[in-house]
């Protein structure tokens, strides 16, 4: 695990018990707002007033994610270590071990239109390209609630689930959030989990608009970019987007706020703010950090 990875994932596990603030949660700021300004009734810590908060995972579908984390291209015989087999596994994992201490949904993007326009794995391996319309938005699979990890997994198959052209991560935080926005209910935290392979092909600024919009409502969006190769990872957008959501490594210090109170990287080019995986370890690590540090009542 890189350094910065690890640094991120200490600031995680110590979420629940941040200072009023911070934007880490916890404390007298449980609106997720960073700003102090909570009412101290919902606790993620497992306390008496625990509230299971919404955490809606946002998944990149799109091509290149048929790739090995390396980089290199599987055969039809290893289409398991391809990243999207390795994305969908731990996604399932995930939601399955912590299901009812974390309302989870599943959000991917871009949305299928349908009509055979997205690739299957197999498809894309062999080197069929999709042609849906570029930059589209999100489309949501599962909704935030209760016990949702045996949905998500009937939804998600590596084989099946297709495979999207562009990269919309503006469009897919923008569909996050009016899914969040429909099922907010007073006192639940609510966070966008985003797991990607690291870079935006539509429109940088969207992808900062979206995350400081969503953290103005009070939701925090975690940066986790799951790729090893050496090229594809926009870490300046990254960086920017890990500020915005205000759960960069830090937070607040590496980042900067306007006016309004949004925040961006103080030097997108620096080091990682986000979160990194570069193999299938570690995507299970850095996201069981994030949701440890965010479910009702877990023992670790």
């Given at each position: ?204 600024a969207a992808v900062i608009d979206a995350a400081q919009a969503l953290a103005r409502d009070g939701v925090r969006t975690y ?9 594809g990872i926009d870490g300046a957008t990254l960086n920017d987007m890990a500020c915005a959501g205000r759960t960069a490594a ?51």
């Amino acid at each position: 695990m890189r350094l910065a990875g690890i640094v991120g994932m200490l600031l995680l596990a110590a979420a629940c018990g941040g200072s009023a603030g911070d934007g880490s949660g916890g404390g007298d700021d449980d609106d997720g707002t960073g700003d102090g300004s909570g009412d101290g009734s919902a606790d993620t810590d497992g306390g008496a007033d625990c509230v299971a908060p919404d955490v809606l995972i946002l998944l990149d579908r799109t091509q290149s994610m048929h790739r090995r984390p390396d980089g290199t291209v599987p055969t039809l015989d290893t289409l398991d270590e391809s990243k999207w087999s390795i994305a969908i596994a731990a996604v399932e994992s995930l939601t399955g071990a912590l299901d009812g201490t974390i309302r989870f949904g599943l959000a991917l993007f871009p949305r299928d239109p349908g009509g055979d326009v997205c690739v299957t794995l197999a498809e894309r391996v062999s080197g069929t390209e999709a042609t849906n319309p570029d930059c589209q938005a999100g489309e949501i699979v599962t909704e935030p609630a209760d016990a949702t990890g045996a949905a998500i997994a009937g939804a998600l198959d590596p084989d099946t689930t297709l495979l999207c052209n562009t990269t919309p991560i503006g469009a897919g935080l923008e569909t996050a959030g009016e899914e969040l926005a429909r099922v907010r209910e007073p006192d639940r935290e609510q966070f966008v989990l985003f797991v990607g392979d690291g870079q935006d092909t539509c429109n940088d600024a969207a992808v900062i608009d979206a995350a400081q919009a969503l953290a103005r409502d009070g939701v925090r969006t975690y940066v986790v970019s799951f790729d090893g190769s050496s090229d594809g990872i926009d870490g300046a957008t990254l960086n920017d987007m890990a500020c915005a959501g205000r759960t960069a490594a830090g937070f607040p210090a590496p980042c900067t706020a306007d006016a309004s109170g949004d925040y961006v990287a103080a030097n997108p080019a620096g080091p990682a703010l986000y979160l990194q995986a570069e193999n299938a370890a570690e995507l299970d690590d850095v996201l069981e950090n994030i949701s440890t540090a965010l479910c009702c009542g877990c023992v670790e």
